[in-house]
């Protein structure tokens, strides 16, 4: 059998975007083919891996363990293995309005980097959810530290979304020496009547491409409900073959062909959406 090539792959967004739902989806898809999958949740909510754990089962966030252990590291496992055997595990962070919610990203990759966890050969794909728009240090941490080599950019048709994507790409050129590439862009539509083509042609501008889009689905929120995925919960469904067709384009995405992206500036970017 072909060796896989390993996925280390970031997923960023604008908030409420639905990189949860995509980066969630996505481990299944990956799990359901054979790699063996770590995910990490890297949100102070500590809100994506229960969508993979069986009902009531709570994970400690690395940030709880660490807090609790007086010498700085805890006993209890930070990782717990989920439905098809995906091992989850969550920074967490500080309450809401105490600390700063980057930091705990990195001290859990930090500490995951001291404990082996992600000790080559041990998972063959790694899935980061990541918080939000990359806007400091710590929520860049999975590029920053060399732990994440392919971001996936969550968006839709709405501006602010797009927004958020072009600034996005200015953190893979930052951290490009540390091999981190643009594999694309994940489209998770509000409405019918988003205008496709010129999604494309935002992607184009960016030197990028669109690997998925995810249609508006009822499904995805009855899973929400569920703490399940749509993937399990409809996988014959449309956003099921989505998720599938997005995890076949990361399986053959070769990082030698991925290029720089090109962002925008912001004055660009406005008449950029001026012209929709």
Known sequence: M???TPLRIAIYGKGGVGKSVVATGLS??????GRKVL?????????????????GVRLRTVMEVLGDAPDGGGQEPIVLEGRLGIHCCESGGPQPGLGCGGRGVARMLEYM?????????????????????VVC???AA????????????????EPMALYAANNITRAVTAYQDN????????????????????????ARRLST??????????????????????????????????FRALAAALEKTDKRRCVLPTPMEDEEFYRFMDSW
Not at 28 to 33: H, K, S, T, W, Y
Not at 183 to 200: E, S
């Open 28 to 33: 299944v898809v990956l799990a359901q083919g």
């Open 2 to 4: 072909r060796k896989r």
């Open 209 to 242: 491409r669109i690997l998925a889009t995810i249609p508006r689905d009822p499904q995805i929120q009855e899973s929400e409900r569920r703490r399940c995925t749509v993937v399990e919960r409809a996988p014959g469904g449309a956003s099921s073959r989505a």
């Open 113 to 133: 980097e001291e404990t082996g966890l992600m000790e080559h050969g041990r998972y063959d794909a790694i899935v980061f959810d990541v918080l939000g728009d």
């Open 137 to 139: 240090g710590g929520f």
């Open 39 to 55: 995910h990490v949740g890297c949100d102070p909510k500590h809100d994506s891996a229960v969508r993979l754990l069986p009902p």
């Open 142 to 157: 999975p590029l920053r530290l060399g732990f994440a080599d392919r971001v996936v950019i969550v968006t839709s048709e």
């Open 179 to 202: 091999g981190v590439v643009l594999a694309g862009l994940v489209v998770n539509l509000r409405g019918p009547d988003a205008p496709r083509d010129k999604l494309r042609r935002f």
